[in-house]
């Protein structure tokens, strides 16, 4: 069954959420797919991932790349799955996959700040739940820790 954990961004965007959270899903052995609404959103995180710390490095890259099924990231505006992963993240409102229930979990990163992205989160959540997926919700605390809500 798929799990689909929503992160609800507060103060923060993605650039400063995501690049910890794909490096944990490396650390796990994960093939990952991050889905953003727009080509310029792709480039402009396939920029921040190479930059994003100088100790660390994120292999990654884009849909466009020959090469994009070898990578253990990909980043994307499509729902394909071209590098097999079996985690999804969606930013800035991306989609949810067709093939959803094809992957073991999810991540839907929204800005909490926005109230367009919240009601939109909280659509999917309602489409999440019915589809029968199990669904969790994820806010940081005050040491910037993610903590699953009740």
């Known amino acids: 069954m798929t799990e689909i954990l929503f992160y609800h961004l507060k103060g923060q965007t993605p650039e400063q959420v995501l690049p910890a959270l794909l490096q944990k899903s490396l650390e796990r052995g994960w093939r990952v797919v991050v889905q953003a609404s727009s080509d310029e959103r792709v480039e402009a995180l396939d920029a921040h991932l190479w930059t994003w710390r100088d100790d660390a490095f994120l292999p990654h890259g884009t849909w466009r790349d020959t090469e ?82 009740a």
């Open 68 to 149: 994009a099924a070898e990578q253990p990231i990909v980043l994307t505006v499509n729902e394909e799955n071209p590098n097999r992963a079996t985690v999804r993240f969606l930013v800035d409102g991306a989609n949810m996959a067709a093939d959803a229930a094809g992957y073991d979990r999810i991540v839907l990163l929204f800005d909490g700040d926005d109230p367009d992205a919240v009601e939109t989160a909280r659509a999917r959540w309602s489409e999440a739940k019915a589809s029968g997926a199990e669904v969790t919700y994820w806010q940081a605390d005050a040491n910037g820790r993610w903590r699953r809500q």
